[in-house]
């Protein structure tokens, strides 16, 4: 029988092999001759759970080892996922020192939470590197000699990293185009320099971020986290940090100089970074901003009804709403009992504004009037998608109201959410 497969082009056994996990493309080896060598020249080695499920402790670096040692030819991708990994950190130092005489272009490197891999500056020969993504990893090094000039992703996780050196690392990187930056540790005040970044998501416990130099910056995600290593007797402990000495203002300043914003996203206890000390009155005109999405947004709070009002002014061309409420009146620094009164917004029009999403509301007064105040001024509204929280016959009863408000477009459907 015609053998038609081991009759392909190598450039076509090549494809098929790296679709392949990596154990099956080395255990092609044994079909012919001809399939023998062919996964050794493969550019893209992913050593994870779904490839080598792990037989024993050290099985994965061994594995490795052999791998790289038969391999030939270029490596453009390496992935090692090692959660599980329990043996010498000595071997991934060798591994890097390999890789960066291959031409690496992505490299992936994950650990276990419980032992940080402390990079070597052989991590910075690896100068054609594109896509980098480091977790369960620590920087250790004073400074940056040299960053990665072809970078334009870089994913850090669970990382730790000092301000000074996070702000050399990010400034050596000059074609960086997306960066995540979460769950980091040893680094409060983020200083970010990088004139071709059009990403940025952030998540984790910090004080201030300055954007220095981001004037393409299309996405900006922000998530500020509790801080775990400090001991919080209560909420206004925690945000009365963010207070202290005006260190809130940078972030505030930097929202002015992101003038193409397609997409912003304040996470977790953000909008309140925002609302601390000096209202956030006045923002510049965001011509692009399409997407806003906003978090635990607290209507019963003058504060924050001013500042929804303030990015609603700023963001003429608006098409995509989400927020999810977290209306408390303990937390209510500025008691509010309706969203239309002293907040200046009466007379705006939400004239491109398609989709709007409101998540997690209780049915109190300020929030139904915020919801009246979109139908009444939505005149191309489509959609709009409610949840709320709280027994099922009180769901009937707000959907009900919600269902009476005046709608400005005759086309704008109203979803209440399981």
């Known amino acids: ?42 550019p893209q080695l992913v050593f994870d759970r779904h490839s080598f499920p792990l037989p024993s402790r050290h099985a994965l670096g061994e594995i490795v080892d052999q791998v790289l040692f038969l391999h030939s030819g270029p490596i453009e991708k390496f992935a090692f996922d090692g959660y599980t990994y329990d043996d010498s950190f000595t071997r991934v130092d060798r591994w890097l020192v390999y890789l960066s005489r291959n031409g690496l272009k992505e490299l992936i490197l994950n650990f276990c939470p419980t032992r940080l891999y402390q990079l070597p500056t052989t991590l910075f020969n690896c100068q054609a590197l594109t896509f980098l ?51 980091f540790y040893g680094c409060s005040h983020l ?23 981001t004037p393409l910056l299309a996405t900006l995600s922000v998530g500020l ?8 007797d209560n909420e206004e402990d925690f945000e009365d940090e963010f207070v202290q000495n ?68 700023s963001s003429p061309v608006l098409r995509e709403l989400e927020i999810e409420a977290d209306s408390d009146d303990s937390m209510a620094i500025a008691p509010a009992e309706s969203f239309c009164n002293g907040n200046g917004c009466l007379d705006f029009k939400f004239n491109n504004l398609r989709t709007m999403k409101m998540v997690e509301i209780c049915g109190e007064k ?10 009444a001024n939505a005149p191309v509204l489509e959609t709009l998608n409610i949840r ?16 009476r408000f005046r709608r400005a477009s005759t086309q704008a459907e109203i979803i209440c959410l399981d």
């Open 225 to 232: 986290e509790d801080g775990e290593e400090e001991d919080h």
């Open 191 to 213: 200083k970010v320099n990088a004139p071709n970044l059009k990403e940025l998501f952030v998540n984790g416990f910090f004080e201030d971020i300055d954007l220095e130099n």
């Open 1 to 42: 029988m015609e053998d038609r497969i081991s009759s392909l082009p190598s450039n076509i056994i090549g494809i098929i092999l790296m679709d392949l996990p990596l154990k099956d493309a080395v255990r092609s080896s044994i079909l012919s001759s001809k399939w023998r060598y062919e996964w050794s020249t493969i």
């Open 246 to 313: 005006g260190e809130y203002h940078n972030f505030k300043k930097s929202l002015s100089g992101v003038l193409k914003i397609e997409r912003l996203e304040l996470q977790t206890n953000m909008f309140e970074f925002l609302a601390k000390g000096s209202i956030l009155e006045k923002l510049p005109t965001y011509n692009y901003l399409t997407k806003l999405y906003l978090s635990m947004v607290n209507f019963k709070d003058l504060r924050h009804n001013l500042m929804i009002c303030c990015f609603f002014r």
């Open 133 to 183: 993504e480091l977790q369960d990893c620590e920087f250790i090094l004073p400074c940056v000699s040299k960053g990665f000039i072809n970078l334009a992703t870089l994913v850090l996780k669970d990382i730790t990293i000092s301000d000074e050196y996070f702000e050399s690392l990010i400034s050596n990187c000059p074609l960086l185009r997306k960066l995540v930056f979460s769950d």
């Open 388 to 403: 709320v929280i709280s027994d099922p016959h009180e769901d009937a009863r707000i959907f009900k109201e919600i269902m």
């Open 366 to 375: 300020p929030e139904l009037d915020f919801i009246k105040f979109v139908l």
